[in-house]
């Protein structure tokens, strides 16, 4: 005869008997699984070529002494038309207290520094996120001074950099869309920053690609933004509107699978600073 391990438990006075195999089901259950989102953001027609900054400061001579030409950079589209440096951001609507677990393999990263410099009279990279807490280390690889001043929705800073110099600081305000961190005295100087609580956010890269990892499983909305238009509402695939009035989406995310959003489009006309 086998024998089974049984533990007894009691239940508003009800005696309930549960095998091993069923305590491990139900500790399963409450996990929600961890599963990916994928998708890129390309440009439909073509984009007028940006014209050159006027540089007109002290420093004029350093900024351009190896040629460089500055460009707005509000928009940057790649080869292929890929949208470069749209945020893709967790949303959650004003008093929704529901909140996503955080993978274990974000806690590290968290604590690693995120580096914003000022190189060849720009910043790089041009957009950036971080997680409230999370250190911002501002670095200056010039041989003149810059000040890097932040103006987001709930962070403002504004730290002076000499030649080649760091500065290291903590942003504590989650933000809802990002804000600008800029030189104020090379006024063409400007990057995008998204401070978050959680850390479901990617930005597009040079091709127009994201990727968000390990996001719990269920149902969750996401919203795209870009500099130019600010929520990207007019985002299409195949030809089709996807996204709300402010640039939301919902989608369900499946553990251990990558929800795939495919190829979506917006038109060059969106983008055009009007």
């Known amino acids: 005869m086998i024998e089974r391990t049984m533990i007894h438990r009691t ?3 009800v005696v309930a008997c549960l095998t091993p ?26 984009m007028p070529v940006p014209a050159d900054l006027k540089i007109d400061t002290a420093d004029r001579n350093y900024c351009i002494a190896t040629g460089q030409t500055f460009k707005n ?48 009279c720009q910043f790089e990279p041009r957009a950036v996120f971080l997680r409230t807490g999370q250190p911002l280390e501002f ?16 962070n403002e800073e504004n730290c002076s950099l000499g030649a080649g110099q760091t500065m290291e600081l903590k942003l504590d305000e ?39 990892e390990n996001i719990p499983a269920g149902e969750w909305t996401f919203q795209f933004w870009h500099q130019r238009p600010g929520f990207l509402k007019s985002l299409t695939r195949d030809g089709q509107s996807i996204v709300g009035r402010r ?10 699978e990558t929800t795939e959003l495919g190829e979506m489009r917006i038109a060059a006309d969106e983008l055009v600073e009007k």
Not at 26 to 42: D, F, S, T, Y
């Open 247 to 256: 640039g939301e989406i919902t989608v369900t995310i499946t553990a251990d």
């Open 73 to 120: 950079r509000s928009v940057i589209v790649g080869k292929e038309g890929g949208l470069r440096d749209a945020y893709v951001m967790m949303y959650f609507g004003r008093g929704d207290d529901k909140r996503p677990a955080v993978h274990p393999s974000y806690d590290d990263s968290v604590k690693k520094s995120v580096a914003l410099n000022n190189e060849k």
């Open 174 to 212: 989650s933000d809802r869309v990002p804000g600008i961190v800029k030189c104020d005295v090379h006024p063409w100087m400007e990057a995008l920053l998204l401070v978050r609580d959680e850390p479901y956010v990617a930005i597009t890269d040079k091709d127009g690609n994201f990727r968000i």
């Open 11 to 13: 239940v508003w006075g």
């Open 139 to 154: 670095q200056n690889s010039d041989s003149i001074g810059h000040n890097c001043h932040i103006v987001t929705m709930g």
């Open 21 to 46: 195999m069923a305590i491990l089901s139900a500790a399963n259950a409450q996990e929600p699984g961890w599963g990916h989102l994928r998708g890129k953001i390309v440009v439909a027609g073509e």
